[in-house]
């Protein structure tokens, strides 16, 4: 069944990229058997990365971009990561309502998925759900963060392009900065630009860059900044133009590389992890656990060596 869906997302048909996003995103087991069947057919697709503090417009600047994208002939793959529903445990606003006049074009995947607690911006299945995508032949995926302001860094160890999204008069434009988000921008898009602070916001953004100009130099690349008004499209056309630019200073550079491998190595960490976590927790509900954790309860044995003690039986099988 799974061989099948697979064949049929990569012919691109869509309800099978659909049904294969769903079980990577609910059921792990299925995820794993997913990946190991559409990973050689992936590392086309070039993933930009949309990021910012909530209501900064990031939505309807993504539909522009969308629009510039299949405009070129791109296939366009679109992950929106929402807060999670209290009452479902889904995404909690669904598929973006500002984007859904692209829902009728084929060249257009849109799916949201929730956080489910993820405290970094995106949901745990993305890069997964950013593989489907990639082997069904999307050669342009957008991942629009939540937006929960300054726990957005999530995002540089899955896209290849970040664009930092901002806007005036927010009062917490500095804050984002000095909260890591600085560090992972390649283009910052000062969104609402129409609005009283743009000229302000601007100067500090330059300040900030400027601040930190040795360790863009050795990088070879320095942000640019984008004053956007999405609503009326200005300056659309000159970010999706920057990204462009980006993707092939990226390329050129061999930062590309750099990035995609480094990107694998916390990958691989994050899938260990997980897998030992799991097995630690099995191994802690065992009767043999219960008496050791009785042993540090009453200080017969400190907890870094308990620690020790289920970490050697789990590795070792036992």
Do not use: C
């Not at 405009?71 to 992950?79: D, L, T």
């Not at 743009?198 to 930190?212: D, N, P, Q, Y």
């Not at 590389?257 to 960490?269: G, P």
């Amino acid at each position: 069944m799974l061989e099948e869906l697979v064949r049929n997302a990569i012919a691109g048909d869509k309800k099978a990229v659909a049904r294969l996003i769903t079980l990577v995103e609910n059921d792990e087991e299925k995820a794993r058997e997913i990946i190991k069947l559409v990973h050689p057919h992936t590392g086309k697709a070039y993933v930009v990365g949309i990021t910012g503090p909530p209501g900064a417009g990031k939505s309807t600047l993504l539909d522009k971009l969308i629009k510039l994208a299949r405009e070129e002939g791109h296939r366009v793959g679109v992950i929106a990561v929402d807060p999670t529903s209290p009452f479902t445990g889904g995404a909690l606003l669904g598929d973006r309502l500002r984007m859904q006049r692209h829902s009728t074009d084929p060249g257009v995947f849109i799916r949201s998925m929730a956080t489910r607690g993820s405290l970094g911006g995106l949901a745990k299945a993305t890069n997964d759900a950013i593989k489907v995508l990639d082997a069904s032949g999307y050669d342009v995926i957008f991942v629009e963060t939540v937006g929960v302001g300054q726990t957005e860094v999530d995002i540089v160890r899955t896209a290849d392009t970040v664009v930092l999204v901002l806007v005036p008069g927010y009062g917490d434009e500095v804050q984002a900065l000095k909260a890591g988000l600085m560090e992972i921008a390649d283009i910052f898009a000062i969104n609402k630009a129409d609005r009283e602070g743009t000229e302000m916001l601007h100067l500090e953004i330059r300040m900030a860059v400027e601040f930190e100009r040795d360790r863009w130099r050795q990088l070879g690349w320095e942000p640019p900044i984008v004053e956007t008004t999405a609503f009326t499209l200005r300056g659309v056309r000159p970010l999706w133009e920057a990204i462009k630019k980006h993707r092939d200073f990226m390329i050129s550079s061999g930062k590309l590389n750099e990035r995609r491998r480094l990107r694998a190595v916390e990958e691989v960490k994050a899938i260990v992890a997980d897998s030992v976590v799991s097995r630690v927790e099995d191994r802690l509900r065992s009767p043999e656990a219960e008496e050791l954790i009785e042993k540090v309860l009453s200080g017969r044995i400190d907890p870094y060596s308990a620690a020790d003690i289920v970490m050697e039986r789990v590795f070792d099988g036992r």
